[in-house]
């Protein structure tokens, strides 16, 4: 049978109820927000290594892991497709002291304003500056922009990291 110390992790929340209770105020719960249960078969070791990765990451549960690994792999796919418009954000670290960087970085963004959503800019020290740039659009806009911003002489490191408009996920 089921005692209260062996229910599922993240019904402990609800210790007055009884194992049946919990389970038909799930079904309920699950009912609103349309989720839907199914099974995975892996081998044991793959299982070990997965729970100790997401135990030192903070997840409390394996479904939460799992639903954050389909979601990546979901705006990975946006991106491959290509067709819907997706956000992303890049991250330059540039002296702006060198010729002409700081005009070529603004007339870049200006030249797609259509696609920046905004961009932020920090003093890092007497030389260094950090310019997070927020695009919105087709991936391969995006990505075009992004590598515009990055290849520019000057740039010390830049990075663009794909995220998703959240519509679809
Ligand atoms: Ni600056």
Redesign the pocket.
Known sequence: MFGPGRLPLGLDKRPRLCYFHVIRAMRSDDEEQGIERFGVSMGGMLLRQFDRIIRAKGYRSRSEAIRDIVRSYLVGEEWARGRSRVVGTVTIVYD?ETRELGEALTHLQHEHAGAVICST???LDRHN?LEVVVLKGRPADVQAIADRLISTRGVKHGQLVCTTTGARI
């Open positions: 702006h800019h920090v003093h500056c």
